[in-house]
């Protein structure tokens, strides 16, 4: 799990991931869906371990195949018998037998585990937050919380897809909880009722200081564990509402200190990613009063423009909108941010509650690293369910147990010192070579290619084989990244002459 997986999501392109998957009926001897949803979310050596000690895929016929609802085009017993003899022999620990060391907290509040539900349709109703409960989800951020007369438009969503047909960016123009205060009210009490274990973060926006401050109080008498503030939805229709407030510092302070005023429960406050830095409105929210800060919020952006209508996506009749992005492709703008918090000395002490682009517990993973000390997560649920809950949980825990790590407590910021805001602190005296292997390489020729039109011109093709020429190359590694077959390794390092005056 610690080092490149053997087996990829490519290796399973066409599998759907099925509700109540046919594969699994076909199959009298394993579970080989929860067995790829292992695989899908970087989670093998755990799939591996939980199939049956005997390989019953070796004399079988493969009825999952045919079963299967891309029938012939998804290799299950390949993919199972990989687990068996490539997976299963490597494996360093035993599945643990229990999830102590994902026990955390969000300011002092117990979390079960680091894994919420962020505020959004995910966790919109009763029953889909105590569906989510049930599935093992420590806590929910309410869907926000409003006294607005909330009407949304249709189509409202949008995406860009990878290869395999899995969403790498979606867009949202979608706005903030539809139902009353009151009946969101009876929601909160049902829930804590039901579910006194689980932890309640009331998402809320007001519109101005008394309503920032009523909104708050209201929740914490009607069961809420924590506040959470929204300075950064990116869809409100009026001026001065959502990342309108997170672009101005002035309005961030005021605003907290409005719904600290009313409430006695930690108070965080969520920021937008549209600014140049989330610092200053970080420090306003700590002058504010607030316990802690969450990000990212989703980016503005404008997807899918069509070349036809001239409309970008999702298009309203005719129109369109900047609206927010999520999903995979945002993760390196929000561990950014949340590096940005987690070395602010400012800031020291505050809990961040991190998001943006978290599909797998490697995902998690990072942005735990980077600081934050809760994950909140809304695009991969949309694409996949609940139930990816138990591939984060068993992920995170394995590899906390695989490491020696007794709490995943104590890796919040463990990366925070190998990042810095410059290249000045580069070293840049050596040149790591590129290593080719050969009995991996198919002979496509693509790193050859990337290299004379965007590199170096380091590499050449003999006999289909690409040979370095070192005197050229720079170390760049581009032709690592787009070799198809992972055929290019980190190789020898060069001492850089230097030129002497």
């Not at 929860?34 to 895929?57: H, S, T, Y």
């Not at 585990?113 to 349709?121: A, G, I, R, Y």
């Not at 984060?392 to 910021?413: A, F, P």
Request: glycine share 8%; charged share 25%; with cysteine.
């Amino acid at each position: 799990m610690l080092i490149k997986p053997a087996i990829e999501r490519s290796d399973m392109i066409y599998c759907a991931l099925c509700k109540d998957a046919p594969c699994n009926s076909a199959c009298l001897a394993m579970d080989p869906a929860r067995a790829l949803l292992g695989i899908w979310f970087d989670n093998q050596d755990v799939a591996a371990m939980k199939l049956p000690e005997k390989n019953a895929c070796a004399d079988c016929s493969a009825p999952c195949e045919k079963a299967c609802v891309n029938s012939g085009s998804v290799p299950i017993k390949g993919l199972m018998t990989a687990l068996y003899e490539k997976v299963k022999p490597e494996v360093e620990v035993a599945i643990p037998d229990d999830g102590n060391r994902l026990k955390c907290d969000i300011c002092g509040v117990p979390l079960e585990n680091p894994f919420l539900l962020s505020s959004s349709v995910v966790a919109s109703t009763y029953d889909m937050c105590a569906r989510a409960f049930e599935a093992g989800w420590a806590g929910i951020s309410f869907k926000t919380i409003c006294s607005f007369d909330i009407h949304e438009a249709s189509p409202r969503y949008s995406a860009i897809k990878g290869d395999n047909g899995s969403i790498i960016g979606f867009k949202n123009i979608e706005q903030l909880s539809d139902h009353s205060v009151a009946e969101n009210m009876e929601i909160f009490r049902k829930l804590k009722e039901n579910y006194p274990s689980k932890f309640i973060l009331a998402s809320i926006m007001g519109q101005d200081e008394a309503e920032w401050e009523s909104l708050a109080k209201i929740c914490e008498e009607n069961g809420a564990d924590a506040i959470e503030l929204n300075f950064s939805c990116p869809n409100m229709q009026e001026d001065g509402l959502g990342s309108d407030i997170g672009q101005v510092p002035e309005l961030v302070e005021r605003f907290t200190r409005a719904a600290k005023r009313s409430t006695t429960i930690p108070v965080l406050a969520k920021l937008t990613p549209n600014v140049a830095t989330m610092s200053p409105a970080a420090e306003a929210a700590l002058r504010g009063g607030a316990d802690g800060i969450a990000a990212i919020n989703t980016i503005k952006s404008i997807v899918g423009v069509s070349p036809y209508t001239f409309v970008s996506a999702p298009a309203v009749k005719g129109k369109s909108a900047v609206g927010g992005y999520s999903g995979n492709a945002v993760k390196p703008i929000a561990l950014r941010f949340i590096a940005e918090i987690g070395q602010n000395p400012t800031l020291k002490g505050m809990h961040i509650s991190g998001m943006g682009g978290i599909e797998t517990w490697r995902d998690a993973l990072e942005f735990i690293l980077m600081g934050a000390g809760s994950i909140q997560i809304t695009t991969a649920v949309m694409q996949y369910g609940y139930r990816i809950i138990d591939e984060l949980k068993e992920g995170l825990n394995y590899y906390l147990v695989q490491m020696g790590i007794k709490s995943v407590k104590d890796v919040i910021g463990a990366g925070l010192d190998s990042v810095s805001d410059t290249t000045d602190v580069l070293e840049r005296d050596t040149v790591l070579f590129p290593a080719f292997n050969l009995e991996k390489c198919n002979g496509c020729g693509r790193c050859v290619i990337s290299c004379n039109d965007g590199g170096h011109q380091a590499i050449r093709f003999d006999d289909r084989k690409p040979k370095l020429d070192g005197s050229k190359c720079v170390g760049c590694h581009l032709c690592k990244l787009v070799c198809p077959n992972d055929a290019i390794e980190a190789g020898k390092k060069r001492i850089k002459k230097m030129d002497r005056p």
